[in-house]
């Protein structure tokens, strides 16, 4: 009995649980300048709306990186997750859709980068080796490629 307690406890230990992705915070007025903030581990990010980010670290000093977004276009929406000390972002794009990137955080320098294009509204999360963005969308978070589609 105590070894099928063990089994047991060993299975459910490394069954791997799902990670979501955190809304950054929005700050600013809808049709103006405005500013996504959120911290991982490693310090803190600012994006603005046209996709032009800053990295803050621990000790003050400052990066600036950018995510992919069109001329005249802007970010309605940033989600994050910070996962095997990568950046996880999930944003989204006015009249764009959705893009999904993993960073690797102490360079800043995009490991890939995958356009998802409209997609319905859902809990983004990490299970495993997938990323799943609602029931419709999964992503392999090793290069990025859609698994599943909408």
């Not at 944003?91 to 959705?98: D, L, P, T």
């Not at 800043?108 to 859902?122: E, H, Q, S």
Request: a neutral charge; one cysteine or more; glycine letters at 8%.
């Amino acid at each position: 009995m105590m070894k099928l307690l063990v089994v047991c406890l060993g299975v459910i230990l490394s069954w791997p649980v799902a990670e979501a992705f955190t809304l950054a915070d929005h700050v600013g007025e809808p049709n103006a300048r405005t500013f996504f903030l959120f911290s991982t581990s490693v310090g803190n990010y600012t994006i603005r709306q046209d996709g032009m980010g800053e990295f803050t670290s621990p000790k003050g000093m400052r990066r600036v990186f950018n995510v992919r977004v069109a001329a005249n276009s802007r970010l309605e929406r940033v989600y994050f997750l910070e996962h095997e000390g990568d950046l996880f972002l999930l944003y989204e794009v006015r009249n764009q859709g959705f893009y999904l990137a993993r960073m690797e955080q102490t360079k800043r320098k995009l490991r890939w980068f995958t356009a998802l294009g409209d997609i319905p509204d859902g809990d983004p999360n990490i299970n495993g080796e997938v990323i799943t963005i609602g029931k419709a969308v999964e992503v392999n978070k090793i290069d990025g490629r859609i698994i599943k589609p909408d």
